[in-house]
């Protein structure tokens, strides 16, 4: 039954979410375009549920490549010095993941549950005991993106090392937590986390009641 109303509550809400936030949809189009004119989607190859790839859509808040120029499919770090202004306000309200309602829609993802991982971090989050995490559809938000987005966000590019030593370990528990914790109120749960985090993200404000439960519950999984 769980499983069920999930899947209906995942393709309901991604279908009204499309269209209710069109107008924004429209708005960011265009600041894309202005900011730094070419492809306005970035469409990412990740690890899903059972392990099977599968295409993620995201608005695109990068700078694209220049000739010559390298750049990784995916890091545990984004790269901040490629990232235009607008680019920033949309990671900052968490437009930039819009696009991943076609994702929930299609069935490849769900509102909530772990986040997608990249084919380069799969020996980080799939393997030994995190590989429970591959039985269920990766999410829009979970425990692990909201333990990223209230304090793992503050570690740029340049700050990888520190990012791994001081959030990786507790995202990749939470990512666990929520295998472990699976259910209606749970999801619901987070679903309001999630909307509470970005309004006090508006606001410049820290979730920091959240921040220490989201701990607490890493370090209870981890014991």
């Not at 499919?73 to 309602?101: A, M, Y």
């Not at 472990?180 to 006090?200: H, M, N, P, Q, R």
């Amino acid at each position: 039954m769980y499983k069920f109303f999930k899947r209906l509550f995942d393709i309901l809400l991604s279908f009204f979410g499309i269209i209710l936030s069109s107008p924004i949809w429209i708005l960011t189009i265009i600041g894309i375009l202005i900011s730094d004119f070419g492809p306005i989607f970035y469409v990412a190859n990740r690890i899903g549920k059972d392990n099977k790839e599968f295409k993620m859509y995201k608005f695109r808040s990068m700078r694209t490549l220049k000739e010559k120029e390298e750049g990784s499919e995916s890091s545990l770090r984004p790269e901040t010095n490629r990232i235009f202004p607008w680019g920033k306000v949309i990671r900052k309200l968490k437009i930039d993941e819009l696009p991943q309602l076609f994702n929930i829609l299609n069935g490849t993802m769900s509102i909530v549950g772990p986040r997608p991982v990249a084919k380069d971090q799969f020996e980080i989050f799939r393997t030994g005991k995190y590989e429970k995490t591959k039985t269920v559809r990766p999410g829009l938000t979970g425990p692990a993106a909201l333990y990223d987005y209230i304090y793992g966000d503050k570690f740029e590019d340049s700050n990888v090392e520190e990012y791994e030593e001081k959030v990786l370990p507790t995202r990749k528990e939470l990512e666990l937590v929520y295998v472990k914790k699976i259910g209606f109120f749970f999801d619901a749960w987070i679903f309001f986390e999630t909307a509470w985090c970005v309004i006090c993200k508006i606001f410049g404000k820290k979730n920091k009641r959240l921040l220490k439960k989201l701990i607490k519950m890493a370090e209870e999984n981890n014991e």
